[in-house]
Antibody
Framework: QVLLQESGPGLVRPSGTLSVICDVSGGSLRSSHWWTWVRQSPQKGLEWIGEIYHTGTTNYHPSLKSRVHMSLDLSNNQCSLSLDSVTAADTAVYFC???????????????WGQGTRVTVSS | DIQMTQSPSSLSASIGGRVTISCRPS??????LNWYQQLPGKAPKLLIS???TLQEGVPSRFSGSESGSEFTLTINSLQPEDFATYYC?????????FGGGTKVE
C-alpha cells in the first residue's frame, strides 16, 4: 500500500522560501506516475502547483513557474517542493499526490498525502 | 487555463436522498473529468475518473455523467459518510484545474 506523507515548516517569513517534503512509502518514485503538488486555501481553493517525473522532467503552473522548484530524492523515496519569495497569498495546505497521466499533459490524482499547513507571516 | 464552474456551492440533503452536483468547463475537455470527495480535515479522494469510471472501492451509489458539455455527479441514497465537499477537476490539459467545490450538508 503506497502512502504519501508531507512535512513542512509550519511557519515561513514573508519573502522567505517555503520547503515541503513528501515521503513516499510502499512504492517507488520510479513508477509511471507524476509526483504532483497541490495547495488549498480558502481564497483560491484547490490549486495545482506542478509535477515531476522520475526522469527529472517537471511541469509547473505558469503563475508560479518563476518561484517554484521540485526535485526527487530517489534513494530516500522523497519528493520535495520549494517556493521562493513567499507572501501571505502562499498560505495554504500543501498536498503531494500521485498523478496518472491522461489527456494532454494532465493527470488523475489517485493518491494524496494528508497535507501540511504552511502559514506565511512575520 | 480551463475554468471549472461548479454548482451549487452548497446544498442541504437528507439521509437516503439524492444529490446532483454540476460542473461546467470553460472549454471542451472531452471525457477528461474527475470527481473528488473531501472530508473535513482530510485530503481529497478520487471518486470518479474519465467522467464515469468509479475508482476501486467507491460505492455504486456514486455515478458520473455528461450531457451537452455539462458534467454531473449523482449520489443516490445518501449515507452519513457522504456529507463532504465534492470537487470536479479537468484532466484534459495542463495546468489541471479544479472547480470551486460543493459542500453537501
Amino acid at each position: 500500500q503506497v502512502l504519501l506523507q508531507e512535512s513542512g515548516p509550519g511557519l515561513v517569513r514573508p519573502s522567505g522560501t517555503l520547503s515541503v517534503i513528501c515521503d513516499v512509502s510502499g512504492g517507488s518514485l520510479r513508477s509511471s506516475h507524476w509526483w504532483t503538488w497541490v495547495r488549498q486555501s480558502p481564497q483560491k481553493g484547490l490549486e495545482w502547483i506542478g509535477e515531476i517525473y522520475h526522469t527529472g522532467t517537471t511541469n509547473y503552473h505558469p503563475s508560479l513557474k518563476s518561484r517554484v522548484h521540485m526535485s526527487l530524492d530517489l534513494s530516500n523515496n522523497q519528493c520535495s517542493l520549494s517556493l521562493d519569495s513567499v507572501t501571505a497569498a502562499d498560505t495554504a495546505v500543501y498536498f503531494c499526490a500521485r498523478g496518472l497521466r491522461v489527456g494532454m499533459g494532465s493527470a488523475d490524482l489517485d493518491l494524496w498525502g494528508q497535507g501540511t499547513r504552511v502559514t506565511v507571516s512575520s | 487555463d480551463i475554468q471549472m464552474t461548479q454548482s451549487p456551492s452548497s446544498l442541504s440533503a437528507s439521509i437516503g436522498g439524492r444529490v446532483t452536483i454540476s460542473c461546467r468547463p470553460s472549454a471542451p475537455i472531452r471525457h477528461y473529468l474527475n470527481w473528488y470527495q473531501q472530508l473535513p480535515g482530510k485530503a481529497p479522494k478520487l471518486l470518479i475518473s474519465g467522467t464515469s469510471t468509479l475508482q476501486e472501492g467507491v460505492p455504486s451509489r456514486f455515478s458520473g455523467s455528461e450531457s451537452g458539455s455539462e458534467f454531473t455527479l449523482t449520489i443516490n441514497s445518501l449515507q452519513p459518510e457522504d456529507f463532504a465537499t465534492y470537487y470536479c477537476q479537468q484532466a484534459y490539459n495542463s495546468p489541471l484545474t479544479f472547480g470551486g467545490g460543493t459542500k453537501v450538508e
